[in-house]
């Protein structure tokens, strides 16, 4: 690359935030699967695009424990940064920018993640959208702030009412609009505020280590327009059909099986090759139907092992006869990738230290690849981590930490993928790592 190229990247690394979509790809630098069916880690963008990690690595870096660790990684400062399918865009960007946003997943792409997330739902007239979940447009959206669209909701805006111990709530779903009426509104960041008088005060409640900076107003998008976008972006695919919150099938003839055919077709009538995507879902009977009737999709699907969540689950990551079913019965049934949250495969040994949990190791020796869930959503680690980190909570004490647990995940349980929300962070681990 020219000196006067390098410099000027550097003085303006501080926007590297400002993302322009990047231009269609001259050709492709990864080689696909390889003979188990993982992908190449990392791949070059064009020479045009430069991923830029930003500032957040280099703080937790410095924030970490001295050791070896620490002094590898701050040996990798300079780069030079490459895209790498290890580092996965959970929602696009939304520890900044609003979830499921073009601007969200410009940023993460930016910050060199090789694959995103467009969590799928539909619509009333069941078009396929961007949207963790079906019923959340009151927490992720301004649907709230205009009224004809607001009056459409399953459950209307209702103010908190101290008096009578009321919070603050409203319940609104994709399946309440159709597509041109969600075309309409702006992606916010994921919150509300329970004790709200107004719509507009429910409207905020973002945590104080998250920022509405970016939050001017989101473009929400179709599961086509993502697709679209990512290919434009240059990076794979990971589509998470999400478990509808209304009856099934929805307005009678449209069954679950229908819905998880559409999703897939989406991608084979805008060209896009299996190797390139990585469909997911919280239900082990989806992730068997794709493997029934979409195999080339199919050996690449992830079952998302949320067990230990499950109501009423005695689900323990280091006790194999609380798993049904077994991950060697989950292999048997074809499923080649698994993917619980960060806890379940981490635990810590007799002297304190983090270790794999009964859980990876069981994965591992069943054949399966492992992906996990989700660094950067916990916020500020000083107190234990929170949810992600609540096996290891013990010996978490700051922000640094994170980087130590991501190396577990690499070198002692073997991830293939890591979900970030902030995707710089395991893009420089990846890239100093060579994962």
């Not at 075309?183 to 709200?196: E, R, V, Y």
Request: hydrophobic share 35%.
């Amino acid at each position: 690359m020219p000196q006067d190229r390098v410099t000027w990247l550097a003085a303006a690394g501080v926007c590297w935030f400002l993302v322009a979509p990047a231009r269609a790809w001259a050709e492709e630098h990864d080689s696909g699967p390889n003979e188990k069916g993982s992908v190449e880690r990392v791949r070059k963008l064009p020479r045009r695009i430069n991923v830029q990690v930003g500032p957040r690595p280099y703080f937790l870096v410095e924030d970490m424990d001295e050791g070896p660790l620490k002094r590898k990684l701050q040996q990798c400062s300079e780069g030079p940064f490459h895209r790498t399918d290890f580092s996965i865009g959970h929602r696009g960007a939304p520890l900044q920018f609003p979830e499921h946003t073009k601007e969200g997943y410009e940023a993460a792409a930016r910050m060199g993640a090789g694959i995103l997330e467009c969590d799928v739902t539909f619509t009333k007239d069941r078009q396929l959208v961007c949207r963790h979940s079906q019923c959340d447009l009151h927490t992720t959206t301004n649907i709230l702030a205009v009224p004809e669209m607001a009056a459409k909701c399953t459950k209307p805006f209702t103010p908190a009412n101290p008096a009578k111990g009321v919070k603050a709530s409203a319940h609104c779903c994709t399946s309440d609009i159709t597509f041109a009426e969600f075309k309409q509104l702006c992606g916010k960041m994921d919150a509300s505020n329970p004790d709200a008088r107004t719509v507009a005060e429910y409207l905020g409640g973002t945590a104080n280590w998250r920022t509405d900076l970016h939050a001017t107003c989101g473009t929400v998008l179709s599961h086509k327009e993502s697709i679209e976008l990512f290919k434009r972006l240059g990076t794979k695919f990971t589509p998470e059909l999400k478990a509808p919150d209304v009856p099934m099938p929805f307005q009678g003839d449209y069954t679950q099986e229908a819905y998880a055919q559409q999703m897939l077709d989406e991608y084979k009538a805008a060209g896009v090759h299996p190797r390139d995507v990585w469909p997911q879902s919280f239900s082990l009977d989806d992730v068997l139907f794709w493997l029934r009737k979409e195999p080339r999709f199919g050996k690449q699907a992830v079952f998302l092992d949320g067990r230990d969540e499950a109501p009423g689950s005695r689900f323990d990551p280091n006790n194999p006869s609380t798993w049904s079913p077994s991950l060697e019965e989950l292999a048997a049934k074809g499923v080649r990738i698994v993917a619980p949250p960060v806890y379940v495969l981490l635990t810590l040994d007799a002297s304190g230290r983090i270790v794999p949990s009964a859980y990876a190791r069981a994965a591992r020796a069943a054949g399966l690849d492992i992906i996990t869930w989700t660094l950067e959503r916990s916020g500020p680690l000083k107190t234990g981590g929170g949810f992600y980190y609540q096996s290891v909570a013990r010996v978490i004490d700051n922000d640094g930490d994170m980087l130590t647990v991501m190396d577990v995940l690499a070198r002692d349980v073997g991830v293939i993928g890591i979900f970030s929300d902030w995707p710089g962070t395991v893009t420089y681990y990846a890239n100093c790592m060579r994962r």
